[in-house]
């Protein structure tokens, strides 16, 4: 993400890759924060999971919309909210879950999400809850975004990136 233009990021903000500081932009409405998925994308690459965390509404399946469509993803892309998790198909495999409805991890079947993960997929997670730890060790890399609301149309988004795992195979 590159938080060009943002006071935040003009003070402080860093894009510090493996891990370091995050980067920060703040959002003036849906298409800012659709951008920041669209940039997202541009670094985000198969065996990629990318966590989601933020209240309703914060934005985060605009963010995620706007970065499958930057993958190539065409057609609708509904919420999984009901369904846990789509597959869709793009310039690479993506999957779209969303876990708010899960417990915890621990507790399902090891299966019940294995379909939606791969070394040649990328897997976008709202509502990931507690399960970060079991999800990374399905992960090349694991970045995380949290989008927070300032009022308005307005959102703080914060994107933390994983280490890559060159050993990982994604899944």
């Known amino acids: 993400m590159n938080p060009k233009g943002s006071e935040e990021a003009r003070h402080g903000g ?16 849906p298409g800012e924060t659709g951008a920041a998925g669209r940039e997202l994308a541009a670094e985000i690459r198969p065996g990629d999971v990318i ?5 309703v509404g914060s934005g985060k399946s605009t963010m995620i919309r706007a970065a499958m469509r930057e993958l190539g993803v065409e057609g609708p892309i509904p919420s999984p909210t009901f369904t846990i998790g789509r597959r869709y198909r793009g ?15 621990e507790d399902e079947d090891p299966g ?23 999800l990374s060790r399905m992960a090349r ?5 949290s989008l ?15 280490v890559l795992d060159p050993g990982s195979t994604g899944g």
């Open 141 to 145: 890399r694991l970045l995380t975004v």
């Open 14 to 29: 860093s894009e510090t890759p493996g891990g370091g500081e995050p980067a920060v932009i703040e959002s003036a409405g």
């Open 51 to 55: 966590l989601l965390r933020g209240e």
């Open 91 to 105: 310039r690479c495999p993506v999957s779209h879950l969303d876990l708010y409805r899960l417990g915890s991890i």
């Open 148 to 162: 927070e609301h300032l009022g308005g149309d307005r959102r703080r988004i914060e994107l933390r990136r994983g």
């Open 112 to 134: 019940l999400l294995a379909e939606y993960f791969g070394p040649d997929r990328i897997v976008f997670i709202e509502w990931p809850g507690d399960a970060e730890p079991a």
